[in-house]
């Protein structure tokens, strides 16, 4: 059964880190592109971050370039989201998905698996 469980949210001052996983199971998650995304509250969900297979080819938001970085550990079959230097319109719910092919796009509809999300809340 393919399934991807998000962690490593939390509550963090601005200017603060944190470090999102995203396990995948079910799959092989280095033969797709995997994607973060965020959703705040009435926004529309929006791309954060993909990284292609292989784990060469890497794309991001304007607005987290230089402060996120993804990551993938094939061993363990997760893809992480380094997050630093955090401000409060970072505050959302992350999800990490599946991409239905091998390239970074930053279309939701272009994703054919979803995590549960995870709350990230960037706060003084």
């Known amino acids: 059964q393919l399934q991807l469980v998000e962690a490593g949210g939390g509550l963090v001052q601005p200017g603060g880190s944190l470090r999102l996983s995203c396990a995948a199971s079910?799959?092989?998650?280095?033969?797709?592109?995997i994607g973060w995304f965020r959703q705040a509250p009435g926004k529309e969900r929006e791309g954060v971050s993909c990284?292609?297979?292989?784990?060469?080819?890497?794309d991001y938001a304007d607005s987290v370039k230089g402060r996120f970085t993804i990551s993938r550990d094939i061993t363990k079959n997760t893809v992480y989201l380094q997050m630093n230097s955090l401000k409060p319109e970072d505050t959302a719910v992350y999800y990490c998905?599946?991409?239905?092919?091998?390239?970074?796009?930053?279309?939701?509809?272009?994703?054919?698996?979803w995590g549960q999300g995870t709350q990230v809340t960037v706060s003084s």
């Open positions: 998905a599946k991409a239905s092919f091998r390239l970074c796009v930053f279309r939701p509809s272009d994703y054919d698996a």
């Open positions: 079910g799959f092989t998650s280095d033969y797709y592109a």
């Open positions: 990284i292609r297979p292989g784990g060469g080819e890497t």
